[in-house]
Antibody
Framework: EVQLVESGGGLVKPGGSLTLSCAGSAFIFNSFSMTWVRQAPGKGLEWVSTISSGSSHIYYADSVKGRFTISRDNAKNSLFLHMNSLRAEDTAIYYC???????????????WGQGTLVTVSS | QSVLTQPPSMSGAPGQRVTISCTGTSSNIGAGYYVHWYQQVPGAAPKRLIYGNSNRPAGVPDRFSGSKSGTSASLAITGLQAEDEADYYCQSYDTSLPGWVFGGGTKLTVL
C-alpha cells in the first residue's frame, strides 16, 4: 500500500528555519511528481510547492517563493521542504502528496501523508 | 481569497442530493484544465474523490460524480449519508501563477 510519512514539524521562532521530510514507500518514487500542501488552523488547503519526478520542474506559491526550497532524493525515496525566514502565517499542517499526472501540468494528488504541524511563534 | 470559488457551507438531509460548485477563470478551469475534488473529514488528511473532471478512483461510491462546463465545475452527491459530512475542495492548475490552486472549501453538513 502506498504510504507517505512526513516528519520534521515543530515549534520555531519567527525568522527561524525548519526542514520537513516525507518518506515514500510501496511505489516507484522516481516516477511521480511530489507536492507540499499546507493547511492553517481552521482554514482551507493551500498549494505550497511541486517538484517533478526528476527535479527538472520546480514551482512555488508566491507566499513562500524565495523562502522555501523543495528538493527530493530519489535514491532514498524522500521529499524535503527547507523553510527559511519563517513567519507566523506559515503556521500550518504540512502535507506531502503524490502527483498523479495525465500529462504535465495536469496533476492531481492521489495519495497524501498524515501531515506534520509547523508552529511559528515566539 | 482563493483563486477557485466555492460556497463556504451547504447542508442536506439524509437521502437528498447536493451539488457543490467551483467557479474559476479563463486562466484555470476556463483554459481547459482538469478539475479534481477532495474530501476531508475532521482530523484527517484529504482524500481524492474525483479526478479529471468526472473520474472516480477505485473505492469511491458512485453516489459521487463530477462535471465541468466553461469556467465552472460541480461535485454532486446523491443519496446523502451521515458519513458524507466533511469539507470538500476543488483543485485545478492555473497558468497565470503558474501553479496549482484549491478552492476555499465547502463544509457539508448532513442534517
Amino acid at each position: 500500500e502506498v504510504q507517505l510519512v512526513e516528519s520534521g514539524g515543530g515549534l520555531v521562532k519567527p525568522g527561524g528555519s525548519l526542514t520537513l521530510s516525507c518518506a515514500g514507500s510501496a511505489f516507484i518514487f522516481n516516477s511521480f511528481s511530489m507536492t507540499w500542501v499546507r493547511q492553517a488552523p481552521g482554514k482551507g488547503l493551500e498549494w505550497v510547492s511541486t517538484i517533478s519526478s526528476g527535479s527538472s520542474h520546480i514551482y512555488y506559491a508566491d507566499s513562500v517563493k524565495g523562502r522555501f526550497t523543495i528538493s527530493r532524493d530519489n535514491a532514498k525515496n524522500s521529499l524535503f521542504l527547507h523553510m527559511n525566514s519563517l513567519r507566523a502565517e506559515d503556521t500550518a499542517i504540512y502535507y506531502c502528496a503524490r502527483g498523479y499526472s495525465a500529462g504535465w501540468p495536469e496533476i492531481n494528488f492521489d495519495y497524501w501523508g498524515q501531515g506534520t504541524l509547523v508552529t511559528v511563534s515566539s | 481569497q482563493s483563486v477557485l470559488t466555492q460556497p463556504p457551507s451547504m447542508s442536506g438531509a439524509p437521502g437528498q442530493r447536493v451539488t457543490i460548485s467551483c467557479t474559476g477563470t479563463s486562466s484555470n478551469i476556463g483554459a481547459g484544465y482538469y478539475v479534481h475534488w477532495y474530501q476531508q473529514v475532521p482530523g484527517a488528511a484529504p482524500k481524492r474523490l474525483i479526478y479529471g473532471n468526472s473520474n472516480r478512483p477505485a473505492g469511491v461510491p458512485d453516489r459521487f460524480s463530477g462535471s465541468k462546463s466553461g469556467t465552472s465545475a460541480s461535485l454532486a452527491i446523491t443519496g446523502l449519508q451521515a458519513e458524507d459530512e466533511a469539507d470538500y475542495y476543488c483543485q485545478s492548475y492555473d497558468t497565470s501563477l503558474p501553479g496549482w490552486v484549491f478552492g476555499g472549501g465547502t463544509k457539508l453538513t448532513v442534517l
